[in-house]
């Protein structure tokens, strides 16, 4: 059973950085399109970040880029994500997210991933 574990978030002071951690394991982790989502008390689940499986390529929702990073180190089986400049808004558990694609293929869309961690929460003070 693929299983997904978040880690990285905790009490920040806004301007700060940090990167969260997703490892993967029971997988083949190579074969799998990896995601960031967010979300923030009382709001939906939002798409943030993804990265195909050979890490060439990432796709990122508007507000993200400049800030957001998504990375992954195979040889790790651990996708990351780094966010710098944090603001107040970016406070929200973050959900680490696969999707399994067995041949190479372009970024997934956020509704194609279905395998989910538990999430790691982030909270941003100022």
């Known amino acids: 059973q693929v299983q997904l574990v978040e880690s990285g978030g905790g009490l920040v002071q806004a301007g700060a950085s940090l990167r969260l951690s997703c490892g993967v394991s029971g997988a083949a982790f190579t074969a799998y399109a990896m995601a960031w989502f967010r979300q923030a008390p009382g709001k939906d689940r939002e798409f943030v970040a993804a990265i195909s499986r050979d890490g060439y390529n990432t796709d990122y929702t508007e507000s993200a880029k400049g800030r957001f990073t998504i990375s992954r180190d195979n040889s790790k089986m651990t996708a990351y994500l780094q966010v710098d400049a944090l603001r107040p808004e970016d406070a929200a558990t973050y959900y680490c997210?696969?999707?399994?694609?067995?041949?190479?293929?372009?970024?997934?869309?956020?509704?194609?991933?279905?395998?989910w961690g538990q999430g790691t929460q982030v909270t941003v003070s100022s």
């Open positions: 997210a696969a999707v399994y694609k067995p041949f190479v293929a372009p970024v997934p869309l956020p509704r194609e991933f279905k395998i």
